[in-house]
């Protein structure tokens, strides 16, 4: 018997389709591992926010203006969920900032909402007092309920009474003493932030700033004057 001319074919055929069969699984099984090796990575940096330290150094700082803006301040988050911080920020009756979370009104002072349990007497939120330059930030003060600003009051003593439900963030309208620097002053200094680059002035941030600037000095010989007491 001779073989009929088309069995060969057939095979032929058989075997290129067995290989694109096996070729097809095995490019599923690639992509079923990628799939699921990815779900992994997400599924850690899920576990990473939940457990994860929060490294704060000089370099954690940045230009203001390039945080999220909310109302006339800004946040960011040193663990990369922005979003979270945003929403806690915008949450119409207060909530509780999640984990990394930066809270700025001025570029010399800022909160950084520390690891659940750090410190609960000021809500896990760590104070800092910072010097920015055109090359970057510099931590000055940092702490818990110890740290007083620049004209030597205590940062906590101030925002304790936005404690609840606004998890310390005094705004105009939380139950904290008002200060003297006016919106416009802080916003003068927001678009000032020498990390920036080139100042983006608006109309008026100049005089806002020369009266910052004397409240500063009054402020200064103030506690100079204490200090002599
Ligand atoms: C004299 C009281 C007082 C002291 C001291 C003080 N703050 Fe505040 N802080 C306020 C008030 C009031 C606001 C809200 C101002 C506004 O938005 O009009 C504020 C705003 C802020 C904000 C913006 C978010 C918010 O709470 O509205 C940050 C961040 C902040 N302060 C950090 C600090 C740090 C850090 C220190 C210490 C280095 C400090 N503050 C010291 C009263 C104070």
Not at 1 to 25: D, E, F, I, K, Y
Not at 126 to 144: A, H, M, P, Q
Request: a neutral charge; charged letters at 20%; one cysteine or more.
């Amino acid at each position: 018997m001779h073989p009929s001319p088309v069995t060969p074919t057939r095979s032929a055929s058989n075997g290129l389709r067995t290989v694109a069969r096996t070729l097809g699984l095995q490019l599923r099984l690639v992509a079923t591992a990628i799939t699921v090796s990815l779900g992994l990575v997400a599924v850690g940096q899920v576990a990473d926010a939940a457990t994860a330290m929060v490294k704060v150094d000089d370099n954690s700082f940045k230009c203001m203006r390039q945080m999220a803006q909310v109302r006339h301040f800004y946040v960011d988050n040193l663990l990369g969920d922005v979003m979270s911080t945003v929403t806690a920020a915008n949450a119409p009756k207060g909530a509780i900032y999640p984990v990394g979370s930066v809270v700025q009104l001025v570029p010399t002072e800022a909160m950084v909402k520390r690891e659940a349990g750090f410190s609960p007497a000021t809500g896990d939120w760590e104070f800092f007092e910072l010097s920015v330059n055109d090359s970057g930030t510099k931590i000055g003060k940092r702490g818990f309920a110890e740290v007083n600003n620049r004209f030597g009051k205590n940062c906590f003593t101030c925002h304790v009474p936005a404690r609840e439900p606004w998890d310390f963030v005094c705004e105009t309208d939380h139950g904290c003493e008002p200060i003297p620097i006016d919106h416009k002053m802080t916003g003068a200094l927001q678009r000032s932030d020498p990390r920036c680059g080139p100042a983006v002035p608006e109309a008026g941030d100049t005089m806002a700033l020369l009266k910052l600037r004397a409240l500063v000095t009054i402020g200064a010989t103030v506690s100079w004057f204490k200090s002599l007491l």
